[in-house]
């Protein structure tokens, strides 16, 4: 049985590496890989991309940050990933344009127990080009408050839903 464990979690690492996430295992702990020393879950720091926009996860303060500038790949952020971790906090410290379909984009952040409680810089969100904001911040009930001022939705032609809780 410890030897499926292994071998699941090593299938699940490479899993992650082939959709572009890549896993920093840091501290010993609690389950070996690769007959390395023990790490627990804790411990593992998660990067990746969405689309062309670089994104680290830091583990201790549940932030989410887009760190380098770049395209969001559309659809819901992660929707696929299985990204195991609950992101409290989206930081957009650099320019990250949506694209046209940006329906249900922070959605999929539901999935996690709805910890999303702030979105941060979102004047480093680019809207211009987005047609389709429906259910956007659909079921992320923690999030209570959001400075949309710099929203660019000259283009948006459905907004349905956009917090619905």
């Known amino acids: 049985m410890h030897k499926v464990k292994k071998n699941w979690v090593v299938i699940s690492l490479l899993s992650f590496t082939l959709l572009g996430v890549n896993i920093t295992l840091q501290n010993e702990h609690s389950f070996l890989l690769f007959g390395t020393q023990p790490v627990s879950a804790a411990d ?23 760190d380098g500038a770049g395209t969001l790949a559309g659809g819901s952020l ?18 990250v344009a949506a694209v046209a379909d940006s329906s249900y984009l ?35 009930s923690k999030l209570t408050s ?3 001022s710099n929203f660019d939705t000259s283009k948006v032609n459905d907004m349905s839903n956009m917090f619905l809780p």
């Not at 992660?78 to 320019?95: D, L, R, S, T």
């Open 78 to 95: 992660f929707y696929g990933h299985n990204i195991p971790v609950e992101v409290e906090h989206i930081v957009f410290a650099q320019k």
């Open 44 to 66: 593992v720091s998660v990067s990746g991309y969405d689309g062309s926009a670089h994104w680290p996860y830091d583990t201790s303060t549940k932030t989410l940050t887009f």
């Open 146 to 148: 959001l400075d949309l």
């Open 106 to 140: 922070f959605s999929t952040l539901e999935g996690t127990g709805s910890h999303l409680e702030s979105i941060d810089q979102l004047e480093n969100f680019d809207t211009q080009n987005v047609t389709n904001m429906a259910g956007m911040f659909y079921g992320i």
